[in-house]
């Protein structure tokens, strides 16, 4: 069994700019899923063989609670999209998934077990939250462009893999 610290999810708090800056979600997160909502469709034609139409996925999770941070990058973000209600490519950005295997040694930097990066769409839910602190949950939207890759864990990259996915 993997333990789930090693499954890491982050999220570009630049928002399209020149230079990236990975933020890893789960601060405050006791779940995280993406749930991959696939489209399928299971008929019978005229001559009553079965068939099976698997149109793709819609991806989305849940980041939720998310307690907003005074001068962070991402909760800064996240807290001019809800406030000024950015919708659009404006709330677009790059996540990538990464799996994480353990060192030797408890000192050790993990290896990387494999890195995809996808373009999301940021879409605050609410803004408030209970007397825990200021909370701007929000979705993530998968968006496409899932490219498998390496990460860089001491440096928060990305770097795309030379082939294709199809191989």
Same mark, same amino acid.
């Given at each position: 069994m993997?333990?789930?610290?090693?499954?890491a999810h982050y999220l570009d708090a630049n928002f399209g700019k020149t230079t990236t800056s990975y933020v890893r979600l789960g601060k405050n997160l006791e779940?995280?899923?993406?749930?991959?909502?696939?489209?399928?469709?299971?008929? $019978?034609n005229i001559i009553g063989e079965q068939y099976v139409q698997h149109n793709g996925y819609?991806?989305?999770? @849940? +980041?939720?609670?998310?307690?907003?941070?005074?001068?962070?990058?991402?909760?800064e973000k996240i807290a001019k999209i809800a406030n000024e209600r950015i919708k659009d490519d404006n709330a677009k950005?790059?996540?990538v998934d990464v799996l994480l $295997?353990?060192?030797?040694d408890s000192s050790a930097t993990p290896t990387v077990v494999?890195?995809?990066?996808? @373009? +999301?769409y940021i879409v605050p839910n609410s803004v408030g939250g209970d007397t825990s602190g200021v909370q701007i949950p929000f979705t993530v939207?998968?968006?496409?462009?899932?490219?498998?890759?390496t990460w860089d864990v001491s440096k928060k990259t990305f770097t795309p893999a030379a082939s294709s996915l199809s191989d």
């Open positions: 993997i333990e789930r610290k090693y499954l779940e995280y899923n993406e749930e991959l909502n696939p489209d399928v469709s299971v008929n $019978k819609e991806v989305q999770a @849940d +980041v939720d609670p998310y307690y907003y941070e005074y001068d962070d990058t991402l909760s950005t790059t996540m $295997k353990p060192g030797a494999w890195a995809y990066r996808e @373009d +999301v939207y998968k968006a496409g462009n899932r490219v498998k890759g």
